[in-house]
């Protein structure tokens, strides 16, 4: 049975607490930490959108396979920080190899695209258990859509803002 001691501290000032504490922890004994997350079980799907990039998502009980576009993460994004932003969400909920990850993405370019999959996977992970990934994801700010998109361009300009040289004669 756990010990109870109870102290007296004083501090610079002179002021005295009363500080408790038990000489053991007060978890069941043998459990180191105890199961965070149940094992993956369902199968989810969901859509994410950055820039001009739009991912449809599905996630299924796997090995940790991913396919987008019917290639490997590493053949499509060969950059390891696009690589890393994909995998995030399942990083932040420590499932990785829980899941096979199935994406078809299309327009924009690869840093659009890696966000646009990211809110995918997200979205995703949220419809299959939202009790316990939603808190978690909402956190991290996984569950939100970057509304930014490009600028469009105006009449008498080369760009969006960019104007042709200004010449005086």
Do not use: C
Request: hydrophobic letters at 30%.
């Amino acid at each position: 049975m756990p010990e109870t001691t109870e102290t007296t501290i004083t501090d610079d000032e002179g002021t005295e607490e009363l500080s408790s504490y038990t000489s053991e922890s007060s978890g069941p004994v043998g459990d180191a930490e105890p199961a965070r997350r149940p094992s993956a079980s369902a199968p989810g799907s969901g859509t994410g959108r950055r820039k001009q990039a739009i991912a449809r998502v599905r996630i299924v009980p796997g090995t940790g396979e991913w396919k987008i576009n019917g290639r490997t993460l590493e053949e499509y994004f060969p950059n390891k920080v696009h690589q890393q932003i994909v995998a995030e969400p399942l990083t932040l909920l420590e499932l990785d190899g829980a899941y096979d990850v199935i994406v078809r993405v299309s327009g924009g370019g690869p840093s659009g695209q890696a966000g646009a999959v990211r809110l995918g996977v997200a979205r995703s992970l949220n419809g299959v258990d939202e009790e316990l990934n939603r808190p978690a994801l909402k956190k991290a700010g996984f569950l939100t859509r970057d509304a930014r998109v490009p600028e469009r361009k105006k009449a008498g300009l080369k760009k969006a803002r960019k104007a042709p040289q200004y010449s005086k004669r």
